[in-house]
């Protein structure tokens, strides 16, 4: 008990320095949880798109540098429909268009058949009179986030590419990703990206129940259809898209920038607090005290600093996700994700920053004499 109190003593002894140190590393931590928790909500939004439609497998174009460059033939979802182990198949055809006139850029657009599937699975809030338009008629649906985000309503105009179009819907969906998107006819969207019976993706949903080995033959049925089909299942799809890859990467590489600053101070609090205290060690070691007692009372005292800043650094980060994903210029779009697995790699990142930031400190204090110390100390 006495040496637990001379370690929380011993980071008392300087609060405005322990504070200042206990900020730079709860901040670092902050920006280690809160990136992880984004790149893991884009991830999970992104396979919510899939998993809200029960889609199993998804075909895209091989070789496609990028998979928003995608091209397959929309004859091919009717030729996936017909082998045994398939249920459905639809084709979707996707694009990044901007309402100019509101200032949104960079949205997520899909052109869906009028008799697709994949509709049914949108709670769509529509007008009668609106939704019966001629099939000749410019339309689209706009998700539940951006119709907020731009102030538009069903029966409302929007401009794109100058050309007016009505809104016939709002429809909202599991994913956060597609209630900050718009649905077109599928022709339609076709005419505007000049792709003329191309569709980027071709979604298969197989019978029921699945195994991993109906899957696996599926993909491989799909394959031998064409060798240009790309067929992976949901999941290998999500977990191989390079923006979930470069997501991930980033957020990464940012929270090691983060950790190394927190790192460094925690280094040079540590070690100031060692120089400071070189007397007070080697009465330490007068009074019997081993090297490794010397070396357990540093570290521990960096790990109640790392305890401290991940405690602290979660309830940042939590917070300042949750400002962000509320703000006007990111609602529908950011939704992070921090669970338990995110807040334990903090929690565990911390303590290792916190012990390697301890180690050089310790290891001088270890080195010590009793007969050095007092000479220094004097």
């Known amino acids: 008990m006495r040496f637990l109190s001379l370690i929380f003593k011993n980071l008392t002894r300087r609060p405005f320095r322990t504070s200042l140190t206990l900020l730079a590393f709860a901040t670092a931590i ?3 949880v809160s990136l992880l928790g984004i790149a893991k909500g884009f991830t999970r939004s992104f396979a919510d798109i899939y998993e809200s439609h029960n889609i199993d497998i998804v075909v895209s174009r091989q070789g496609s540098a990028d998979r928003l460059s995608s ?15 398939v249920d459905k198949s639809a084709g979707v055809l996707l694009e990044t268009m901007s309402l100019e006139e509101k200032e949104i850029y960079g949205i997520p657009s899909m052109g869906l058949a009028d008799d697709s599937w994949l509709l049914a699975d949108y709670k769509i809030t529509s007008v009668p009179q609106v939704s019966i338009l001629p099939s000749d008629q410019r339309r689209l649906m706009l998700g539940i986030n951006l119709a907020q985000r731009a102030g538009v309503g069903v029966g409302d105009r929007v401009m794109i590419f100058e050309e007016p179009y009505i809104v016939t819907g709002i429809f909202t969906s599991q994913s956060t990703w597609e209630n900050g998107s718009m649905i077109f006819p599928l022709q339609e969207l076709q005419r505007l990206t000049d792709r003329t019976r191309q569709v980027t993706y071709i979604n298969v949903v197989l019978n029921r129940p699945t195994t991993t080995a109906q899957a696996t033959a599926a993909v491989n049925a799909i394959q031998e259809l ?23 990467a980033m957020a990464w590489m940012t929270s090691m920038i983060a950790l190394v600053i927190g790192a460094i101070g925690t280094l040079n609090t540590m070690m100031t607090s ?15 005290w081993p090297r490794s007692r010397v070396v357990t009372m540093i570290l521990l005292e960096s790990c109640v600093l790392a305890v401290l800043a991940c405690l602290l650094g979660s309830l940042l980060a939590i917070l300042l996700t949750w400002g962000l994903s509320a703000s006007s210029a990111t609602r529908g779009i950011l939704t992070p994700n921090i669970d338990a697995v995110v807040l334990v790699q903090g929690a565990a990142i911390a303590v290792i920053i916190g012990i390697l930031g301890a180690m050089l400190p310790a290891w001088r204090a270890a080195q010590l004499l009793p007969t050095e110390a007092f000479r220094e100390g004097v």
């Open 226 to 248: 064409d060798a240009k089909l790309h067929p992976l299942t949901t999941k290998a799809f999500v977990e191989t898209d390079t923006r979930m890859q470069i997501a991930s």
């Open 274 to 288: 060692v120089l400071e205290r070189t007397r007070e060690i080697g009465i330490l070691r007068a009074m019997g």
């Open 30 to 32: 902050a920006a280690v």
């Open 71 to 85: 091209s397959v033939d929309e004859s091919f979802a009717a030729r996936i429909a017909q082998l045994p182990a």
